[in-house]
């Protein structure tokens, strides 16, 4: 349902060019599937709380939950905005979109794990939390949450050059070429941030690998300056756009 009212609006915006489809397509209504059974596998393993107490625990959880979400929303917009944009369904794009989608399922649980482990103190109190591990592992968890985190931007990255190398083919304007590569080279500063992190935690003693997950803090700042400057070249180049 919300494809179809962002695939509408995306069609009053565009005109149909070359060979894009603006039509919601198998793989995205397959990928709202699978992303719709990420979510559900976030909250699989809560029941129905048992007594007020146990509701309390499970609401002070709602932060944990809330940014495993959001990290998921974040995703699933990135690769809607790719398919509204370009519409490609050849066998690279389609094994690239299912290698994302195997990702996303296989890191809902390290994901949870993760924010759940954070915020722990917070949800069950100091000395209750079902959620431990011992110091020298965390290095090994920021690590696999950085791995997932490269692996998927990675393969943004690479939807972004298919679509880049597939220009002329799809009738991509200038304009629109070079918003492709915007995106392209934003892909690849998520995966530079994830690969600093995965370093950092590797590199790093146990007490300092907090630091590790502080780096992706800096991606907004990045990304707003990154952008900043892409667009001022754009509206040189692009003046009346």
Not at 140 to 161: D, N, R, T
Not at 194 to 204: E, K, P, R, V, Y
Not at 214 to 237: D, G, H, M, S
């Amino acid at each position: 349902m919300i494809r179809k009212l962002l695939s509408r609006s995306a069609s009053v915006r565009n005109e149909r060019v070359g060979k894009r489809n603006y039509e919601i397509q198998r793989i995205e209504t397959f990928s709202d599937g699978v992303f719709a059974f990420a979510v559900t596998l976030l909250i699989v393993s809560l029941e129905v709380p048992k007594s007020f107490d146990e509701l309390l625990t499970t609401m002070r959880g709602f932060l944990a939950f809330g940014i495993s979400f959001f990290i998921l929303i974040m995703i699933w917009n990135e690769q809607h905005r790719f398919f509204r944009h370009y519409g490609l369904d050849d066998v690279w794009t389609l094994t690239l979109n299912g290698i994302l989608l195997f990702i996303v399922l296989f890191y809902v649980y390290p994901l949870k794990f993760l924010f759940t482990l954070m915020f722990r103190g917070m949800i069950y109190g100091s000395n209750n939390s079902p959620y431990e591990m011992k110091q020298t592992q965390v290095p090994a968890l920021m690590m696999i949450y950085a791995a997932g985190f490269i692996v998927i931007y990675f393969l943004f990255f690479l939807m972004y050059l298919h679509a880049s190398r597939k220009s002329n083919e799809l009738g991509l304007s200038a304009v629109e070429k070079f918003d492709c590569k915007s995106s392209m080279y934003k892909e690849l500063i998520m995966v530079i941030t994830g690969i600093c992190s995965f370093l950092t935690a590797a590199l790093l003693k146990d007490n300092l690998v907090g630091f590790a997950g502080w780096i992706y803090f800096l991606l907004a700042p990045t990304i707003t300056v990154y952008f900043t400057i892409r667009n001022k070249e754009r509206r040189k180049l692009f003046p009346s756009t």
